[in-house]
């Protein structure tokens, strides 16, 4: 007796789709919206360096540009126009990293076509922005991922692994402190200060730094009780808050304090984690991590990564193959929107 595939038990189409990827693909296609200076080395040039994986197109609205950039990175096609390179059939993902103005509106139309989208930190401007753009992926059933990057990076695998084995005892405290003056070096370099109009990054330097630290400590801590914080400019010349603290409850008990600035005469930038038997402590943006035990001190040294979202991009294609679960979804970034925007408001 013939059976058509339409006949057989859902689990079983779910099974065969998970092997071969959702969209029927052994191979992921990218096209990048948004080809700018972030995606020249930390992002960019990974996609092809990655199994299964392969960078298609490039857009940006300068098509002059986005012609140069494929020329540079031997990407076989460009476009300056978003449209035209979603509904490429050749392309069955997308990466957006364009300023956030834009994130959802992108990620609304690739999602519409039914293309996974993987969109870079901050997800969009605010948590209700967040909250349509996790809607569209569960309307239109399409894999969402947040560029939450440094999850995947060896250093912060090992605090997490750190803490797992709880090598400090039980968690209490979480300080961290982010000090910098107004042009500083951690931000990625643009044509324009976009980072400082809020109508396009959400509001100041704070918006572009502190994504990567607040999406830790919710990978690191789990869900969040509540959050506060006070936000406000002390001297930036820009229309945005360049001071910035808050507070976050997890569910587990751990409390986090954080303190941001973004006009300061000295650069720091130091998290502790602070157990009943010890204490961990990084930089967000550094490469030595120190285990703290009593008199004894423990040092870890990683190398840094050619291209930090290396290690993430391998992960995202794996999920959109459907071999691992989500390493970013939209429903955890939400969290750290949420919380972005309570310090903030």
């Known amino acids: 007796m013939e059976v058509s595939l339409s006949n057989k038990p859902n689990y079983f189409i779910e099974k065969v789709w998970n092997m071969l990827g959702r969209n029927g693909t052994e191979e992921i296609k990218w096209g990048i919206i948004g080809c700018g200076d972030v995606t020249e080395v930390k992002s960019g040039p990974a996609f092809n360096k990655v199994l299964n994986s392969s960078l298609v197109a490039v857009m940006r609205r300068d098509g002059a540009k986005a012609k140069d950039y494929a020329i540079r990175h031997n990407v076989p096609k460009w476009y300056d126009d978003a449209d035209q390179l979603i509904d490429d059939p050749e392309i069955n993902a997308i990466y957006i990293a364009t ?106 330097l704070f918006h572009d730094l502190a994504p990567h630290q607040l999406d830790l400590m919710i990978y690191f801590f789990g869900e969040v009780n509540r959050s506060m914080g006070i936000s406000l400019n002390q001297g930036s010349p820009y229309e945005v808050d360049d001071l910035v603290t808050g507070h976050i409850l997890f569910h587990n008990g751990v409390v986090f304090n954080g303190s941001w600035c973004f006009s300061a005469d000295e650069k720091t930038d130091i998290c502790e ?69 309570s310090f903030t408001k």
């Not at 922005?129 to 250093?155: F, G, N, W």
């Open 99 to 204: 300023p956030p103005l834009q994130h959802e509106e992108y990620a609304m139309r690739a999602m519409a076509a039914g293309k996974p989208v993987y969109v870079e930190k901050p997800m969009t401007l605010n948590a209700a922005s967040a909250i349509r753009m996790k809607a569209a992926s569960e309307k239109y059933d399409v894999k969402l991922t947040v560029a939450h990057y440094r999850r995947a990076q060896p250093m912060f695998l090992k605090v997490k692994s750190l803490l797992e084995e709880k090598a400090i005892g039980a968690v209490k405290l979480v300080q961290l402190q982010m000090l910098q003056p107004q042009n500083s070096d951690l931000i990625a370099g643009s044509e324009t200060n976009w980072r400082l109009n809020p109508a396009i990054s959400g509001g100041g």
């Open 273 to 341: 984690i602070i157990g009943t038997e010890g204490k961990i402590s990084f930089p967000m943006f550094g490469h030595k991590l120190t285990l703290s035990k009593g008199n004894d001190e423990q040092e870890f040294i990683f190398d840094p990564l050619q291209h930090v979202q290396q290690p993430m991009i391998e992960e995202v294609v794996k999920y959109f193959l459907g071999k691992t679960n989500n390493p970013c979804s939209a429903e955890q970034a939400i969290m750290s929107m949420q919380v972005m925007d």
